[in-house]
Structures are given as C-alpha cells and as structure tokens.
C-alpha cells in the first residue's frame, strides 16, 4: 500500500524512537505500522458509528484487503469480506433529510474517535517508555492527523474537508446535497429493478433538477438500466463537458463517459471509429485527473474486447471485478469477463462468470444480453 503516512511515521520513528533507548528499527517499524492500522480502524468505526446514529447512509462496509472471501449484497448496502483483513472501509453518503447535517456528523464521530485512539495511544507510550510503544503513538497521530487535514481528490474525501467545508457550502454544492433524498430514491429504484419507478424519478428529477451533476448522474443510470446508451452517453458528454466543475469532478465524469462509450459501441448504438476515440480520450483526461488507475481497469477490458484482445480483456475484467465493491459496476465487470471468455472460445468459464453477475443483478442489460448470447452459443 502506497501511502506518505508510511514514509512521514518511518522519518519521524528513525528519530523518535532512538531517543527511547529501542535501536532496533523492525521494532519500529512494526509499531509504526500498528499505529496506523489502528488510527485507520478508529477513523473508519467513528464513521460507521456516527452514519448509524445520525442516520447517513452506510453504501459499504469493506473489511480487509485482497481477495474478496464473501460479500453480502443488497440493493441498499454492500458488505465484503477480504483475505487480508486489516483494514475497514465505510463508505457514506448522503441519504434522508438533512443530508449534509447527518453526514457532518458521521464525519465528527469519525474525528473523535480518531483523537481519542491518538490520545490513548500516547498515553500507552508515555506509560511504557519504549521504541515500539513510542512508534504506535507515532503513526496513529500521522494517520489520524493526515485524515483531519481538508483535502478532497477525484477518489476520496478526508474527514477534515467534511468537518470544515461540509455546512459552509452554498450554491450548486449545497443544491446537490439537498437533492441527494431524491436522487438516493432513484438510485434505489435502479438497485431494485423498479426500472418503472426509477423512469417517473428520473422524470421528477430532470423537472426539479435540469442542472443539477448528481441529478443528472442518476438520469443517465436509469437509461443505462433501459439499454438506451447512446442517449445516456449525450447526457454523460454534458456532464464532462461542463466547464464549471472541479478537477475532482472531471475525473469521476470522464472515468464514466469512457465505460460509457465503449457500452454504446458494443450495443451498436455507436459507430466504433466515433465512440472508440471519445472513449480513449475520456480514459486519458481521467487518468490526468487524478482517477484511480485501478478503478478503470473495467473500461480497460471492455475497450480489449472490442478490440479482439480477449485473453487481455478476461485479465482486467476479472481484476475490476475482484476489486469493485460497487454492485452494479460488478455485476457489468463479470457481464465483460463472461464476454471474454466467450471470445476465447471457453463457454463453460463464460457460464461461471455469468452466474455470479446473474446473482447480483440478474436484469442489468448486459448480464440479460449476455444470457441470451450464452444460451444460443
């Protein structure tokens, strides 16, 4: 895990840790580490506390690192159990009214939490004077501090931006917020399958909210879930053209317009010369951005497809798929992989992958396509 926590705590501990009479530097490290595992559990249980007492919305619940073991699936809530389990990761957003209240107090929960295991820390290292309790406290403060810090990125927001920024916006990001009930019930429909509901939201929504980011994000789901790509894709092009949004902003809207794309080419909804070069551009201005690189590999392998690449499109759709926590961007992922394999000529890999994207979403267009595909091969 690449992360400057891991190099601020090790600068800090070859100093600190010296003066404690403990030169043993694997003893440091290690307490290191352990400092920042535990500041990273207590900042992530303080935000899944504080979603469940003020009522924002918990989307996931990820405990641990690597191959995924199980996951618990709802149209509501994703939970997944990984090889390596040191780690959580909640993921929040906004849901009932008053949205941005009840997520600022999720993020408070988190920031206590977070301060009282650095204090707690500390006080265990004064306690035992040594290197490796010394290095504990050490890395829980940096990991604790660097979450406080207000910063916001294309793939996350820290607790600090939350804190500090969260009740002060104004204007079209307190608009989006004050929109999220509306747009979560749409998204809802969408997990559900109500594809009818979610058409008389989407209508509400273009009504109430013409302009609004996120509300138009959730019209474009809804013609994706009615098959209707190409009109999806010239809602999705506003959006990443719009010339007042934020570099974060961008990378997201750009990120979606490329799967987007290369959806539409493979439907036939798109001239592949057309939607192929819209789609490379869109992955590029992504990646400049700031997108996790990881999180396009989903794009990547139904871009390999298209191409004729199967074997290269069965590798990165299996990896989107093993690392995507997102149900219906899973269920499209192993929709992608069953694809490959059918290319490569290995229908009975091809059923396997189809059967796990039928037991997340079995109506989602391209698992639906898929099965028909499948069944006549």
Known sequence: MRHPLILLTAAVCAVVVPLHGSPALPVAALGELTGLLA???????????????????VHQVVIGVGTRVVDWTTPRRVVVLRALPLLLSVSVGPGKSPARLRMWGAALSSAVLGVAATATAVVLACTARNGFGTAVAVGCAATVGYALVPRKTAGSTSTGWLLLHLLRLTGVRARQLDAAP??????????????????????????????????????????????????????????????????????????????????????????????????????????????????????RALRELLLGNADKAVTLARLSADSSDDRLGRADDLATLARAHMAAGNNPAARAALREAEAIVPWWPRVAVTRSRLDLA
């Open 39 to 57: 500041g990273l559990l207590a900042l992530q249980l303080g935000l899944l506390a504080g979603a469940l007492i003020t009522g924002a919305r």
């Open 182 to 299: 509306l747009v979560t019930s749409t998204v809802d429909a969408i997990q559900d399958g109500d594809i009818e509901h979610a058409v008389d939201l989407a209508a509400r929504i273009a009504d109430e909210y013409p302009t609004l980011r996120t509300a138009t994000a959730a019209r474009v789901l809804v013609l994706q879930a009615q098959g209707r790509y190409a009109e999806a894709l010239l809602l999705a092009m506003t959006l990443a053209g719009d010339h007042e949004q934020t570099p974060q902003e961008a990378a997201v809207a750009f990120a979606a317009l490329a799967g987007l794309a290369y959806a539409t080419v493979e439907a036939g909804q798109l001239e592949p010369e057309l939607g192929l070069g819209t789609a490379a551009q869109a992955l590029e201005n992504a990646e400049t951005l700031g997108y996790p690189t990881h999180k396009l590999n989903g794009s």
